[in-house]
């Protein structure tokens, strides 16, 4: 088997991807908001995580998985984190490429307008390509004719058993905004990132690569181009109580790493395209 696509009907109606490639890893996407919902590795782990009290309705974000963030990051003008994450994308094909890798490609068209909650026309694309790797491309196109400005995320939320002992590597010596602390601005100061209760803070020009290391101290290669910030977040208990989609013991099983454009946004002119990648290796033994 050299690998497939397939389509179901999935929670809440949408229609569910399921990308499977020969190695034995496995997507699933779903066209409400072109979101992944499950990553397993050649192995069968899953390496993303969904809340149990995850909402699957119109309107709604999914709680987990790889909800995009568009236009907007956090609270806003737009509901929380933009509206590209709660519209129905169209799912555009799918391929095995001549190295056999799956894709999957959705898009959603943005018609905008003075009647609409963000009047600016553009063409968002995500493209899915599974080998040994899970490699995501986001791209915002301008179809208008004004300048478009954004702001764009990955909100990757990992699965772990025990947020304790996770570990982030290579934010050493990054400045950080701490959503917690009035967005106070310093240097991280910890060659490895831990969390022991709330965190909400942007790292600001981070680098390319990242190490998140899990409960079992597995290496995930995170490795991003066209996004110049990270995210880290987790809610903690006390967070998770405010969150109705989350249950309170569910912050131990998560860790949220999410490659964007959240401080500086992107401005594109009529007909300019951005384009933004992260990949996602394990490395197994
Ligand atoms: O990316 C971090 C963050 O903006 C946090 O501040 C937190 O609220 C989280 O996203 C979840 O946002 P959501 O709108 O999905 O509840």
């Known amino acids: 088997?050299?690998?497939?696509?397939?389509?179901?009907?999935?929670?809440?109606g949408f229609s569910h991807y399921t990308l499977s490639h020969a190695s034995g890893s496995s997507v699933v996407v779903t066209d409400y908001g072109a979101h992944l919902l499950s990553w397993r590795d050649a192995r069968g782990g899953e390496r993303l995580f969904v809340s149990e009290k995850a909402l699957f309705a119109p309107g709604k974000p999914i709680r987990g998985g790889i909800p995009l963030v568009f236009p907007q990051f956090g609270k806003g003008d737009l509901p929380s984190h933009g509206f590209a994450r709660?519209?129905?994308?169209?799912?555009?094909?799918?391929?095995?490429?001549?190295?056999?890798?799956i894709t999957a490609t959705f898009s959603l068209s943005w018609k905008g307008g003075v009647d609409s909650i963000w009047p600016h026309p553009c063409e968002l694309r995500l493209h899915v390509k599974l080998s040994d790797v899970l490699a995501i491309t986001m791209s915002v196109k301008n179809t208008g004719e004004a300048p478009l400005s954004f702001f764009s995320a990955l909100h990757t939320y990992y699965r772990v058993s025990d947020i304790k002992q996770v570990a982030i590597e290579g934010l050493c010596g990054v400045d950080y905004i701490d959503f917690l602390r009035d967005r106070i601005r310093e240097c991280e100061g910890r060659a490895s990132v831990r969390c022991d209760g709330a965190t909400d803070r942007v790292y600001v020009n981070s680098p390319r690569k990242l190490i998140l290391r899990d409960d079992k101290g597995v290496p995930m290669i995170i490795d991003k181009?066209?996004?110049?910030?990270?995210?880290?977040?987790?809610?903690?208990?006390?967070?998770?109580?405010?969150?109705?989609?989350?249950?309170?013991?569910?912050?131990?099983?998560f860790i949220c790493v999410e490659s964007g454009n959240v401080v500086t946004p992107i401005v594109l002119n009529p007909g300019e395209e951005h384009v933004a990648q992260q990949t996602l290796g394990v490395q197994l033994d």
């Open 1 to 12: 088997m050299r690998g497939i696509c397939t389509v179901e009907a999935g929670s809440g």
């Open 86 to 101: 709660t519209s129905v994308w169209t799912f555009e094909g799918s391929s095995i490429t001549e190295h056999g890798a």
């Open 225 to 253: 181009q066209g996004m110049s910030d990270t995210v880290v977040w987790n809610p903690w208990r006390e967070g998770a109580q405010t969150i109705v989609d989350l249950d309170c013991d569910e912050f131990q099983n």
